[in-house]
């Protein structure tokens, strides 16, 4: 995710999630588990020759099932980490709980109570200092991207965006549930807020800018930039600005990796990993490959 100040607090950069587990479930499959899952050892992964990374399953462009595969940056981020090392990479995809807490959980430090996990590593994990002390059953490290919110608007409609109050009387659009959404809810004192539409994804948002049903769209700035190459759109209609929200962090978030507390050793290795690809330019070029600019965390 940066070091993100500890008011508001990091972004969650994904759909929301509903809740679905149910506390009966939760006991009975609890009772029918018995043993612990083995958990991460350098050691034990080098014997076995694979690295197991866990990766968000609605997380475009870092990643996303494509056809039945993941695929975006973090998924081509796991298999160079996985070549550096000398491993094969087995990934992990799985959907967002109820928060961030949860899916440390579920893919670094115990598995999912389904039976799923965890992981070896687990990437998109924001590099947060208070986040981090209050999660110590993870090993935080190693960031390699900084997220930031912009608010992209059509330049034929709205010339210039410099405050909350250039957006009156325009339909904006965000993802629901999202940050950028409650920034647009709120801007401007809450004026606008009837003209705020809310879609399925920041893609659908960014989607309908494009073709003209809103004059400016909330999202993340890598969305932005990965659907800007995927429809072939123009930069030059549409531009990014920095819209100061008190709902979002003013310099963004920076997102690293997680493994499970006590592993610095496959902390370390991996933390080597991502130095080597970024040294000989394989981070960029993994960003590039998605039309996203890489932002030094």
Same mark, same amino acid.
């Given at each position: 995710?940066r %070091?993100?100040?500890?008011?508001?607090?990091?972004?969650?950069?994904?759909?929301?999630?509903?809740?679905?587990?149910?506390?009966?479930?939760?006991?009975?499959?609890?009772?029918?588990a018995?043993?612990?899952? &083995?958990?991460?050892?350098?050691?034990?992964?080098?014997?076995?020759?694979?690295?197991?990374?866990?990766?968000?399953?609605?997380?475009?462009?870092?990643?996303?099932?494509?056809?039945?595969?993941?695929?975006?940056?973090?998924?081509?981020?796991?298999r160079?980490?996985?070549?550096?090392?000398?491993?094969?990479?087995?990934?992990l995809?799985?959907?967002?709980?109820?928060?961030?807490?949860?899916?440390?959980?579920?893919?670094?430090?115990?598995?999912?109570?389904?039976?799923?996990?965890? &992981?070896?590593?687990?990437?998109?994990?924001?590099?947060?200092?208070?986040?981090?002390?209050?999660?110590?059953?993870?090993?935080?490290?190693?960031?390699?991207? $900084?997220?930031?919110?912009?608010?992209?608007?059509?330049?034929?409609?709205?010339?210039?965006?410099?405050?909350?109050d250039?957006?009156?009387?325009?339909?904006?659009?965000?993802?629901?549930?999202?940050?950028?959404?409650?920034?647009?809810?709120?801007? %401007?004192?809450?004026?606008?807020?009837?003209?705020?539409?809310?879609?399925?994804?920041?893609?659908?948002?960014l989607?309908?800018?494009?073709?003209?049903?809103?004059?400016?769209?909330?999202?993340? $700035?890598?969305?932005?930039?990965?659907?800007?190459?995927?429809?072939?759109q123009?930069?030059?209609r549409?531009?990014?600005?920095?819209?100061?929200?008190?709902?979002?962090p &003013?310099?963004?978030? %920076?997102?690293?990796?997680?493994?499970?507390?006590?592993?610095?050793e496959?902390?370390?290795?991996? $933390?080597?990993?991502?130095?080597?690809?970024?040294?000989?330019?394989?981070?960029?070029?993994?960003?590039?490959?998605?039309?996203?600019s890489?932002?030094?965390?």
């Amino acid at each position: 995710m940066r %070091a993100v100040p500890s008011e508001p607090a990091p972004v969650r950069t994904r759909p929301a999630f509903n809740p679905r587990r149910r506390a009966g479930i939760l006991l009975a499959l609890a009772a029918l588990a018995g043993a612990s899952p &083995a958990l991460a050892d350098l050691g034990k992964i080098r014997q076995s020759g694979t690295l197991k990374v866990a990766v968000y399953k609605g997380l475009s462009p870092f990643s996303a099932m494509a056809a039945g595969q993941p695929a975006g940056i973090d998924v081509a981020l796991a298999r160079a980490l996985g070549k550096e090392m000398g491993l094969s990479v087995s990934l992990l995809p799985f959907d967002a709980d109820e928060n961030m807490a949860d899916d440390l959980r579920n893919m670094v430090w115990r598995g999912h109570y389904l039976g799923y996990g965890p &992981a070896d590593v687990m990437l998109h994990v924001p590099v947060d200092r208070t986040f981090m002390r209050e999660n110590d059953k993870a090993l935080i490290f190693a960031p390699y991207y $900084r997220e930031t919110f912009v608010l992209v608007h059509d330049r034929q409609r709205l010339p210039a965006v410099r405050g909350w109050d250039d957006l009156k009387g325009q339909p904006t659009g965000a993802e629901g549930g999202s940050a950028g959404a409650n920034a647009l809810l709120s801007g %401007a004192r809450g004026a606008e807020r009837d003209r705020v539409k809310v879609y399925a994804s920041a893609d659908d948002a960014l989607h309908a800018l494009f073709a003209g049903e809103v004059a400016a769209a909330m999202t993340t $700035r890598a969305s932005y930039e990965n659907a800007l190459k995927a429809s072939g759109q123009s930069a030059t209609r549409f531009a990014a600005v920095d819209l100061p929200s008190p709902l979002l962090p &003013a310099q963004g978030w %920076a997102v690293g990796m997680a493994v499970k507390s006590g592993e610095e050793e496959l902390a370390e290795s991996l $933390r080597k990993a991502l130095d080597a690809i970024r040294r000989n330019g394989e981070l960029e070029r993994i960003f590039a490959q998605y039309g996203v600019s890489m932002q030094a965390p």
